[in-house]
């Protein structure tokens, strides 16, 4: 199965595992996300897609509006459309995350 690289921002990749535009699936997407030590992602938000974010590797901070979530390996962060967020590596060693999105990640529902 072949991945697409997704750049998110200079600091931030993402690599499409599972999406309907390539993998005939139709309800959700996933995706293999990877933030640098002292990096993070683009504070954004879905008008549609809700998110979970499952940690594989690392630690870190997910700013969901105003509440701050510390975050380590094995954790599980549920984020609903219109909530503003984003994910800040805080540790020593890359912050890896799958992201679920559903309905799937498409890059006009992003703001």
Same mark, same amino acid.
């Given at each position: 199965?072949?991945?697409?690289?997704?750049?998110?921002?200079?600091?931030?990749?993402?690599?499409?595992?599972? =999406? &309907?535009?390539?993998? $005939?699936?139709?309800?959700?997407? @996933? #995706?293999?996300?990877?933030? &640098?030590?002292?990096?993070?992602?683009? =504070?954004?938000? =879905?008008?549609?897609?809700? /998110?979970?974010? =499952?940690?594989?590797?690392?630690? !870190?901070?997910?700013?969901?509006?105003?509440?701050? @979530? /510390?975050?380590?390996?094995?954790?599980?962060?549920?984020?609903?459309? !219109?909530?503003?967020?984003? #994910?800040?590596?805080? $540790? $020593?060693?890359?912050?890896?995350?799958?992201?679920?999105?559903?309905?799937?990640?498409?890059?006009?529902?992003?703001?």
């Amino acid at each position: 199965m072949t991945s697409h690289l997704v750049i998110m921002t200079s600091s931030h990749m993402s690599r499409s595992t599972i =999406h &309907p535009d390539h993998h $005939g699936n139709h309800n959700q997407s @996933v #995706a293999k996300a990877t933030v &640098p030590i002292d990096s993070s992602t683009l =504070h954004h938000y =879905h008008k549609k897609s809700e /998110e979970i974010y =499952h940690i594989t590797q690392g630690r !870190g901070v997910v700013s969901l509006g105003k509440e701050r @979530v /510390e975050v380590t390996q094995g954790d599980t962060v549920y984020i609903p459309p !219109g909530i503003p967020h984003n #994910a800040q590596n805080t $540790g $020593g060693e890359d912050l890896k995350f799958l992201c679920v999105s559903t309905p799937p990640y498409q890059h006009e529902d992003t703001f």
